[in-house]
């Protein structure tokens, strides 16, 4: 298959993980199912990397616990917990083009970027885009929908948090010990959370049973943790970062053409606008140095190097 359609086929799957997510929103609540997932994910890291429960329980565990806290437990259970209430294709819009957008921020703030024109443009343009989409819901009072857009932005931002909080540990370790280590972390926490707060009995239990939510929970971690992340790590060797990073403009629009057809998902002028103002803001982001999660790998360990084609992350 050549690079750009497995470009296409990374951008279509990270896009559709939204819907995937609303799919398992369905029957299980959303710690619920994010404790499942990480979990899976956990499961299957740990199988893969050696090294990631010795890093889990190792003199190092107060970092992996801080970043796979705020990389899994804190994004994943604010963006579950938001996507309940908003649609699919808007929740993929707003996280996948600010994450762009907020590490190029915090890597100004931390000196690793210059202040300059970029810098302010996409700050304006990217707030632009959220007030676009606020506004609105604030006048129509429309509070359950509005909390759910806070939620995921928010978690938007604990995910960019999370990615820097862990760029000490890439520095010593393979990427695929780190990720592992975390997921175990992140449902080490995600189980008693969901227990504590959702509540785990038969019927929660059987809900995840459901063919729907066995599919989505398949789909998250197979398609969305491994597979699109692989072909990503391919991209980056072949093409490089500014190129592989080009789904920051694709998925979000999957993401809503899919809401749009698989849910009937409204997409109105003021989605429209919002969508806009904040591809826009990513693309300024993105225009020096692609500022994603293996772009903040990269910076730490240097060249990303795929011999046999195999990587694994978390994903969207």
Not at 27 to 48: D, E, K, Q, S
Not at 160 to 175: F, V
Not at 235 to 241: A, F, I, K, N, P
Request: net charge positive; charged share 10%; glycine share 12%.
């Amino acid at each position: 298959m050549s690079n750009l359609a497995l470009f296409g086929l990374m951008s279509l799957i990270w896009g559709a993980t939204w819907a995937a997510v609303k799919i398992g929103l369905d029957g299980v609540p959303p710690l619920t199912l994010a404790a499942a997932r990480f979990l899976l994910v956990g499961a299957i890291l740990t199988a893969a990397a050696g090294g990631a429960v010795r890093l889990a329980f190792g003199p190092r565990w107060p970092r992996v616990l801080a970043s796979g806290t705020l990389i899994n437990t804190a994004t994943y259970g604010l963006l579950f917990w938001g996507m309940q209430s908003v649609p699919s294709g808007l929740s993929g819009m707003i996280n996948l083009s600010l994450i762009p957008v907020l590490l190029f921020l915090l890597a100004v703030m931390m000196g690793e970027e210059r202040i300059g024109w970029r810098h302010g443009g996409a700050l304006l343009l990217g707030l632009a885009g959220l007030a676009t989409l606020f506004a609105p819901r604030l006048a129509s009072q429309g509070q359950a929908e509005l909390l759910g857009i806070a939620a995921i932005v928010a978690g938007t931002v604990t995910y960019c948090l999370g990615s820097l909080a862990a760029k000490p540990l890439l520095r010593e370790e393979a990427p695929l010990a780190v990720a592992g280590a975390q997921a175990i972390a992140s449902a080490a926490l995600l189980v008693p959370l969901a227990w504590i707060i959702e509540g785990i009995d038969g019927a929660r239990l059987a809900a995840l049973a459901q063919p729907a939510a066995l599919g989505s929970l398949a789909y998250l971690v197979l398609a969305g943790s491994i597979l699109a992340y692989t072909i990503y790590l391919r991209l980056m060797r072949d093409w490089g970062m500014s190129r592989a990073g080009l789904y920051a403009f694709v998925s979000p629009v999957v993401a809503l053409v899919i809401g749009r057809i698989a849910f009937g998902e409204r997409i109105g002028a003021v989605e429209i606008a919002g969508t806009i103002l904040l591809l826009c803001a990513a693309g300024l982001s993105l225009g020096g140095k692609v500022a994603t999660r293996a772009s903040v790998l990269q910076e730490v360990r240097g060249p990303v190097q795929v011999p046999d084609g195999r990587g694994w992350s978390n994903g969207r």
